[in-house]
């Protein structure tokens, strides 16, 4: 690699990066009993599968089957671990426990009342009684004879599936025989009562079978996992969640998920609508087509979110060209010649294509693997060429990242802060240099991340100087001229100083943009209005000077 072509921004946008936000929070575990109590909650927009939050249970390896349904459910907090931090995924799922998971993840709208007696097996204390009772009446659960409920009782898949067909009034299309004996080999042990609710509930894409996709088990025990699957898909036939990326393994177990033939790296990106900004840095740098050929490669792709965590100067200065060397190196860092799926890694230093190593530390107790500072919130994205695990930080090589922090936090702040600018005052209206058109200087010194002094003057017959403290809006992004900029707002008050006969100071208040040209220059706008002997009006216009 060829060495950098501006370390003054690289010392910047290394800061920057370094200071970034991680976007994974923990989850809180709790017993199935506490954890199923709560009253239902409306249902929020959909959100993109698996959730950002990242669950992990002991128990749940990063290349179990049904890992994406259990994140998923778990940050919606629709299922829960336990104490010891394990999801115990094959232990059978009772009909009191499926009822308190039907009240977590729907909607449950009454169709039905239930007898104010209730369920004679159900005490008004029971721990689910009030979902028991909510999953009943809006038509999901059914009783048994002797107005018995049985809540104990392990939920076998059929009735699992029949009540997940029921309460969403799902109904088959067409052929039922047909649609059974074309996706199960043990479609004839289908309980008769179940056919209907299960063809209906196979021809939605909500049946979900391990490890044989046409094997439904239909008379087994519905297991933790699968009623995450099932769940799961059920709630993205309620438009609630995203379906799963056709390249994520548990879509194979789908049935009639009809899994699309994975494409290479970039193309699973590009598909994907969480790396925009990573396919286009990739682009940027020329490395799409380098990242398309067969391989093998293992990338560790930073979301859209871990982007959005930097400063957005910073970002739109990665891709000028005179940096695409510093972007070159950042993006090379994330790369790994080699197929390394989440069950060969191990902790320790791996190579990159940058020719320096990440640090990846595999917690196996927790489930967890992390990369340098980064988390690992998605393993084992497969691709025809590679494999993909996504990252909620971007890496930084150790090369670029030389040099004491507080060094690059000055350095940061002298490029986004200050400068000294010449132009000239459009008068208003007034009796000093400030009311008539005059040539003008100005300058800004930040205080804090915040506030700046703005020293300045008119000059002119009246010269006036004008001395605020204004306080900085974070730079914002817009779009000026077809091409993404950022400005930067102020607004603020102080003193101005008449020059005339005498010395006269006033009131002044000021208002204003600062617009970026590049590293070094930038341009300001702003209407100041001062109030000495009378009330003077003008805008200044300059370019500036950035340090």
Not at 109 to 133: C, H, M
Not at 382 to 393: D, E, P
Not at 508 to 537: E, H, K, R, W
């Amino acid at each position: 690699m060829r060495s950098l072509s501006s370390w003054s921004f690289t010392s910047s946008a290394l800061v920057a990066l370094g200071m970034m936000a991680t976007v994974t929070s923990p989850i809180i575990m709790s017993a199935p009993v506490s954890a199923q109590v709560n009253a239902p909650t409306p249902a929020p927009a959909p959100t993109p599968a698996p959730a950002v939050t990242t669950p992990s249970f002991a128990d749940v390896p990063a290349d179990y089957w049904a890992l994406p349904f259990i994140q998923g459910l778990a940050a919606r907090n629709v299922i829960a671990g336990f104490p010891d931090g394990t999801f115990r995924p094959n232990q059978p799922v009772t009909r009191a426990e499926i009822a308190a998971m039907f009240q977590k993840a729907f909607t449950l709208n009454p169709v039905r009342q239930l007898p104010p007696e209730g369920f004679r097996d159900v005490p008004s204390d029971y721990w689910a009684a009030s979902a028991i009772k909510a999953a009943y009446e809006a038509g999901f659960l059914a009783g048994y004879p002797n107005n018995l409920f049985q809540p104990n009782q392990t939920v076998s898949k059929a009735d699992a599936i029949t009540a997940v067909a029921s309460g969403l009034n799902l109904s088959p299309s067409g052929s039922v025989e047909q649609t059974l004996s074309t996706n199960y080999v043990d479609a004839a042990q289908i309980p008769s009562y179940a056919i209907n609710q299960v063809a209906a509930a196979t021809q939605a894409n909500i049946v979900v079978n391990y490890p044989d996709v046409k094997t439904l088990n239909p008379q087994g025990g519905l297991t933790r996992a699968e009623a995450a699957a099932l769940l799961y898909q059920a709630l993205v036939r309620l438009g609630q969640v995203q379906p799963l990326p056709s390249n994520v393994a548990a879509v194979s177990y789908i049935v009639g998920g009809n899994p699309q033939t994975t494409g290479d790296i970039v193309s699973i990106a590009e598909s994907s609508g969480s790396f925009t900004t990573l396919t286009s840095l990739l682009k940027t740098a020329g490395l799409a087509d380098a990242l398309r050929q067969p391989g093998p490669y293992t990338v560790f792709a930073p979301t859209d979110q871990a982007f959005a965590a930097l400063p957005p100067d910073v970002l739109q200065q990665l891709q000028q060209p005179e940096n695409r060397e510093t972007l070159i190196k950042i993006l090379r860092y994330h790369v790994v010649s080699g197929d390394l799926p989440a069950s060969k890694l191990t902790s320790g230093e791996v190579k990159t294509l940058e020719d320096e190593s990440v640090n990846v530390k595999v917690d196996t107790a927790n489930n967890q693997i992390a990369v340098n500072n980064a988390s690992v919130i998605q393993p084992d994205v497969k691709a025809t060429n590679g494999v993909v695990h996504v990252i909620n930080q971007v890496l930084i090589p150790p090369e670029l990242a030389q040099g004491e922090q507080k060094e690059g936090e000055e350095a940061a702040v002298r490029v986004k802060r200050n400068y000294i600018a010449v132009g000239g005052n459009i008068g208003l209206g007034g009796n000093t240099a400030l009311g008539s058109g005059n040539f003008a200087v100005t300058s800004k010194f930040g205080i804090t991340n915040n506030f700046s002094i703005r020293p300045g003057a008119v000059i002119g017959d009246d010269t006036v100087f004008l001395v605020p403290i204004t306080f900085d809006f974070a730079f914002r992004p817009t779009d000026i001229g077809g091409g993404d900029a950022v400005i930067s707002p102020y607004i603020g008050a102080g003193v101005a100083i008449g020059t005339d006969d005498d010395t006269d100071i006033g009131l002044l208040v000021t208002g204003g943009v600062d617009y970026p040209l590049s590293s070094q220059f930038m341009i300001t706008g702003s209407v100041n209005a001062s109030f000495v002997d009378d009330t003077d009006v003008g805008v200044m216009l300059g370019i500036g000077y950035r340090f």
